[in-house]
């Protein structure tokens, strides 16, 4: 068989797989890689408990009979989603978003989401895409997928470089091309670790109303500010003009095996024979004929999970908010004591210290290509993910992404000892020979 | 907002939701439109029955400590599945297809296993895909999503006419164009009930083989005999050259609500750098990019139902097996008791006996639209779906499909009263005033 879509091809889609068979090929080594969620916490006890929870509020909340109950756990459901009433009750309860639960997509995790969004934004091959350069690398496969190019924004010191932004869409327009959207990631981005203050959040709002562009807001760490840091609102909370797609995630916040995320999507479409209907209807429609329906099941157990916090995330992440935050503070302080500075204030290495969230960027003299990669974690025994997987093309950019989210204190220790050994070590070595193999 | 993907106005995807709005706006009508499983055996109770019988699968048979089956469970997992081995059990033990399990992707539902083979395949726009006509509304739809021009195949008396794919296959590259592959649904079809018996999937298997046609085998019925009909082979077990990508479902045999599905695609892939692969695993690729991978809890909903049965589905549906074959029998014999033979033999209506499944389609002297359907529902308070849904455009169609799988023996026999008066009646009306708002 040959000739198959080419977005098999691309590096977007072959950094996952490679990124996944390292991990799997070194199953011993320390990972600063992955971004699942601290497991210290799950309990295979609590599923049948969390699915009990919800059968009760089915029954005794909303009234359903035994026999309604069962066929809306067991049967084919609302393409919506049988959750969507709690989802609304979370973003009410933990990030003042108000919305009609009719405008809320329960979606196969969020990476379903953002390929549903940008499947319906895709009409012909004029429409681009912006992202915010460095970019979570599933938003660029779900866009290859689709046929859909991801012009890059530069990343400001706000998070978002507004200028370029909006020279990026304007240079598009007067290409012929239709930028749809532009994806950011406003609370402890994945890669980059930035965030956008209030201020800089209601000036992108403002341009993108100027710019009548969507703004496809993905928020899956904004739960888990670092010590000390207050949350700021969602773009979503400050949106008054329909402006922002919200993209919800439960992986971190409840547990990544249910594979239930959401959207939100209240704008209003007009179709080309002039009638009107909701961006989420239409999802739903695109989602009919992808997965028909998330699975019941699994809504039923981040549901329970809801039900058990009074819909507040917040409160059911105590434990887990308190571990990021120790981890962050532990990652910090271990390259600092590490990598101490130079007389002049300047360091050998050097890192960004994010005001949340699971990624930390570390910036080196050299370049960080995959076979240092695979040398750390043969040689070390640590991992981690090189920046450049989070760029369009695959040229070595000098810098790591550290992820702090599934290792315990003492690993951080002596992740640390291992990464430190390797720098040194790439350091030392001449040039030439850092960079086997790469361009 | 404007100019979404040009698939949301295509039939194929408001079809299904039409279809799933009538159904909601007469939760008290009889259902012959319904393909959901009968719902009499199902026990919200068995749900956790199912997650300890896997988990204890993962300890006892596989050796995974306490640590590692809470992460299978909980956390991100294998992009194609974790139930793998068990679904191979199940093909070899149910269906003597011999599969290695690395060539399975477990999906959500067969509904992605569709989408992720199709967007594979769909590489520019000279690619096209055969379907055998009249065609399940999902295939069509998923089809749309990803541009993909469908043509129908005629059905014949041995359930695909081999003529007619032939000269298909031909006048398309002849076209400049690449068919590439054809979807068949070799059991009790939907929507048309047919099947191919055993001689004339070998000729489909050798015009496939003679054509290099890849074959989509879709099979959610396979289980499904009448009373006294045999079980065919599959295509995929009949499949010496790596001919048949098999989809496989759970909805039917399992419960829906878990939205667990299946392929087995274990042709070989060569890339244009040369390079060999498995094609799971480059649909995997897709998939690590649409849902990331299948929820582990429903995954392991199905696998401990599996497990608790041998891994036979066959085994597990004894009960289902009988209602559905009594219930076809109930059809035949209620439309035969209703629309007794003139003395020459023929009928004022007509329908098939299908070998199996859930479908039977009546054929009508008169065209069948939606506003028949609504006047159905509203006036009669029977449902059931207009053929028109099933083919290309929206020509009304002489012909309705039945549904038995959701009916109680009352409901089939209220069910039939019901449409018998509404078939007397627009027997009785004027041409002119049966097709009120049809082209």
């Known amino acids: 068989m040959t000739g198959l879509h080419p977005a098999l091809a691309d590096p977007a889609l072959t950094s996952m797989n490679f990124l996944n068979e390292i991990a799997q090929h070194y199953p011993d080594a320390i990972s600063f890689a992955a971004g699942r969620p601290y497991e210290e916490f799950f309990d295979v006890g609590q599923l049948a408990g969390y699915l009990d929870r919800f059968a009760a509020h089915l029954r005794d909340d909303l009234g359903y009979d035994p026999q309604r109950v069962t066929r809306t756990l067991f049967q084919y459901g609302r393409t919506k989603g049988i959750i969507h009433h709690l989802v609304a009750r979370n973003l009410a309860v933990d990030e003042r978003i108000t919305v009609d639960p009719e ?73 012929g091309l239709r930028p749809r959207a532009c994806y950011v990631m406003p609370d402890f981005a994945n890669p980059s670790g930035l965030s956008l203050d209030l201020a800089a959040r209601r000036r992108l709002l403002e341009v993108a109303t100027a710019e009548d562009l969507l703004l496809l807001e993905d928020n899956p760490y904004g739960l888990f500010p670092a010590d000390g840091a207050a ?140 076979a240092l990669l695979e040398r750390s974690a043969r040689r070390y025994g640590v991992l981690w993910t090189p920046m450049h997987h989070f760029y369009d093309g695959s040229t070595p950019v000098n810098a790591l992404r550290l992820s702090i989210s599934a290792v315990t204190a003492d690993q951080i220790e002596s992740g640390l000892d291992r990464l430190a050994a390797l720098i040194r070590d790439a350091l030392e070595r001449p040039p030439a020979a850092r960079r086997p193999g790469s361009a």
Chains 1, 2 share one sequence.
């Not at 989602?287 to 329906?293: A, Y």
Request: glycine content about 8%; charged content about 20%.
């Open 103 to 175: 405008s809320i997509v329960v979606t196969v995790g969020c990476q379903e989401a953002m390929f549903l969004v940008l499947r319906a934004l895709r009409a012909d091959d004029r429409d681009v895409l912006l992202a915010v350069s460095p970019t979570y690398v599933g938003l660029t496969g779900a866009a290859r997928l689709v046929d859909l190019p991801v012009l890059p924004v530069a990343t400001g010191p706000d998070g978002v470089d507004l200028v370029d932004l909006v020279a990026q869409v304007h240079r598009a327009r007067a290409a």
């Open 231 to 370: 949350r700021v609102p969602t773009l979503k909370a400050l949106d008054e003009r329909a402006q922002v797609v919200y993209l919800g995630s439960f992986a971190k916040t409840a547990l990544p095996g249910a594979r239930v995320g959401y959207l939100v999507a209240d704008q209003r479409v007009t179709a080309a024979d002039g009638t009107v209907s909701l961006f989420a209807d239409e999802l739903a429609k695109i989602k009919s004929m992808v997965t028909v329906n998330t699975s019941a099941i699994a809504q039923a157990v981040v549901g329970g999970r809801l039900l058990e916090h009074g819909c507040s995330l917040l409160a059911a992440n105590q434990r887990e908010r308190a571990a990021y935050a120790r981890n962050l503070r532990l990652l910090d302080a271990g390259l600092a004591a590490r990598f101490p500075r130079f007389a002049d204030g300047r360091r050998v290495i050097d890192w960004n210290v994010p005001a949340g969230g699971f990624f930390l960027v570390v910036t080196v003299p050299f370049p960080v290509d995959d």
